[in-house]
């Protein structure tokens, strides 16, 4: 078992920044996958961005050169650096841990508000 724990989210203005961060009960060095994903009201839960245990990194189009994801796998944190936000932008933002045995771990999510 893995518990994920998110943090970092907030209100902001369209063309500021934020950074997400989620931290797992352990090491995150091993799991297979890390990402973020978000949903916002009435749409389905979608990915954002993902890094693989090999390094391998994977970006929504709508997020490509505005966002980075990266990890720290001392801390056993995972980032999603957002910038350039947009109204759009406005969700709740999950973490997401695939272990080896292809078991998912989810984090409680974090409210993302991209308003003037």
């Known amino acids: 078992q893995v518990q994920v724990v998110e943090s970092g989210g907030g209100l902001v203005q369209p063309g500021g920044s934020l950074r997400l961060s989620c931290t797992a009960s352990?090491?995150?060095?091993?799991?297979?996958?890390l990402g973020w994903y978000r949903q916002a009201p009435g749409k389905q839960r979608e990915l954002v961005a993902s890094?693989?245990?090999?390094?391998?990194?994977n970006y929504a189009d709508f997020v490509k050169g505005r966002f980075t994801i990266s990890r720290d796998i001392v801390d056993n944190t995972l980032y999603l650096q957002m910038n350039s936000l947009k109204p759009e932008d406005t969700a709740v933002y999950y973490c997401?841990?695939?272990?080896?045995?292809?078991?998912?771990?989810w984090g409680q999510g974090t409210q993302v508000t991209v308003s003037s």
């Open positions: 890094i693989t245990r090999r390094g391998t990194i």
């Open positions: 997401n841990i695939g272990d080896l045995n292809d078991r998912e771990y």
């Open positions: 352990r090491s995150i060095f091993s799991m297979r996958a």
